[in-house]
T-cell receptor, first 115, second 112 residues
Framework: LAKTTQPISMDSYEGQEVNITCSHN???????ITWYQQFPSQGPRFIIQGYKTKVTNEVASLFIPADRKSSTLSLPRVSLSDTAVYYCLVGDRSYSGGGADGLTFGKGTHLIIQP | DAGITQSPRHKVTETGTPVTLRCHQT?????MYWYRQDPGHGLRLIHYSYGVKDTDKGEVSDGYSVSRSKTEDFLLTLESATSSQTSVYFCAITPGMNTEAFFGQGTRLTVV
């Protein structure tokens, strides 16, 4: 059973705010939500992580409703260089051994920014 | 940038030959991961390690083995390479499970 569900692709334009929503209906009490960005021929890069409510850093904001069954990554005023694949992950940060899912990525959302 | 290095960066090998990819870190992070990435499949976890000599399987572990004899090195071995293992392989490290991950530059492996 997939832990997260996100749109396969999205389009937007330069200067717009882009919101990518991720569904995680079976999120567990100790799970955190993490987003990564990946450019072609590169490894993913951490964007933001949160547990509840809102988290903001210099790159993005992460909105998490009270039930935590979904989350929204918000990219303010995107540019062409934000064209990338964005991955949403959920996982237990308190876990310390084997037998877990590891750091599991899905297929991500391919975001295309047009001029 | 986090100190994580993959070697080799590119390799072409023949079907049936053994291949070992190396991931080296200088961050002293506890967790290390190996992924493969193929068009249309995103990143798929092969194996991960949660400490020296402690490893576990990921979703696509068949045909792969790993070893971690010291904190800084995580080796991925294809005992007998097949064409289906042609892929880009990424290594990642994290200080804890599901904390911020840092990825290597990737290894492009072609099995002919």
């Amino acid at each position: 059973l997939a832990k997260t569900t996100q749109p396969i692709s999205m389009d937007s334009y330069e200067g717009q705010e882009v919101n990518i929503t991720c569904s995680h209906n079976n999120i567990a009490t100790n799970d955190y939500i993490t987003w990564y960005q990946q450019f072609p021929s590169q490894g993913p890069r951490f964007i933001i992580q949160g547990y509840k409510t809102k988290v903001t850093n210099e790159v993005a904001s992460l909105f998490i409703p009270a039930d935590r069954k979904s989350s929204t990554l918000s990219l303010p005023r995107v540019s062409l260089s934000d064209t990338a694949v964005y991955y949403c992950l959920v996982g237990d940060r308190s876990y310390s051994g084997g037998g877990a899912d590891g750091l599991t990525f899905g297929k991500g959302t391919h975001l295309i920014i047009q001029p | 940038d986090a100190g994580i290095t993959q070697s080799p960066r590119h390799k072409v090998t023949e079907t049936g030959t053994p291949v070992t990819l190396r991931c080296h870190q200088t961050e002293n992070h506890r967790y290390m991961y190996w992924y493969r990435q193929d068009p249309g499949h995103g990143l798929r976890l092969i194996h991960y390690s949660y400490g020296v000599k402690d490893t576990d399987k990921g979703e696509v572990s068949d045909g792969y083995s790993v070893s971690r004899s010291k904190t800084e090195d995580f080796l991925l071995t294809l005992e007998s390479a097949t064409s289906s293992q042609t892929s880009v392989y990424f290594c990642a490290i994290t200080p804890g499970m599901n904390t911020e991950a840092f990825f290597g530059q990737g290894t492009r492996l072609t099995v002919v």
